[in-house]
């Protein structure tokens, strides 16, 4: 199975900050990665697939970058309302396979 | 609009079983692959399940292998999830999503919430 290794598991930030989310494969997965945003209470949503196409709909301040096995996700000026649990999955291979999260708190 | 709704959750005693259900909206459900993905209580997400759109390729999870089944019916336009020998680690919210390759997960239901306790 690829092991999704996201960094950090929580991060502290302020409104207007530029925050960046790390996943790390154990094997190459090509760009076959997407990006997920979850509330508390609420199923996940899409942001990001293919590693670096925005879901339509979600704000431009979203972006993803990477191929292969380092990916990154990034809020460039971090809204009141992106403050949740951010997920990787990886579907290049079955298993499809989660990073652990990385929950965005409010400083 | 997609809409995937979940039912079927609820209480169950460790060994028993319980068959979730997702009603497909808004797409061509015969069209696309559709998938299970849990999250226990206060932890991440885990996939468990996928099925091919004619059902032709079915996938598990080593965790529920020989345990879970899933089905769908196109001309329901619905999915399913035949648990059994529940287990207290099958606590989880459930979710359906749809899609595999890159529409995996773009699209989700709001879930539903399996107990495994006596």
């Known amino acids: 199975d690829i092991q999704m290794t996201q960094s950090p598991s929580s991060l502290s930030a302020s ?8 996943c790390r494969a154990s094997q190459g997965i090509r760009n076959d990665l997407g990006w997920y945003q979850q509330k508390p209470g609420k199923a996940p949503k899409r942001l990001i697939y293919a590693a670096s196409s925005l879901q339509s709909g979600v704000p431009s301040r979203f972006s993803g970058s990477g191929s292969g096995t380092e990916f990154t996700l990034t809020i460039s000026s971090l809204q009141p309302e992106d403050f949740a649990t951010y ?10 396979t989660f990073g652990g999260g990385t929950k965005v708190e409010i400083k | 609009e997609v809409q995937l709704v979940e039912s079927g959750g609820g ?23 559709m998938n299970w993905v849990r999250q226990a209580p206060g932890k991440g997400l885990e996939w468990v399940s996928s099925i091919s759109s004619s059902s032709s390729y079915i996938y598990y999870a080593d965790s ?8 769908r019916d196109n001309a329901k336009n ?17 979710y359906c999503a749809r899609g595999s390759a ?17």
């Open chain 2, 11 to 33: 209480l169950v005693k460790p060994g028993g079983s319980l068959r979730l259900s997702c009603a497909a909206s808004g797409f061509t459900f015969s069209s696309y692959s």
């Open chain 2, 64 to 71: 529920v292998k020989g345990r879970f089944t899933i089905s």
């Open chain 2, 102 to 118: 890159q529409e995996t997960g773009d699209y989700w239901g709001q879930g539903t919430l399996v107990t495994v306790s006596s």
């Open chain 1, 87 to 96: 997920y990787c999955l990886q579907h290049n291979s079955y298993p499809p």
């Open chain 1, 15 to 22: 409104v207007g900050d530029r925050v960046t989310i790390t």
């Open chain 2, 78 to 94: 619905s999915l399913y999830l035949q648990m059994n020998s529940l287990r207290a680690e099958d606590t989880a919210v459930y």
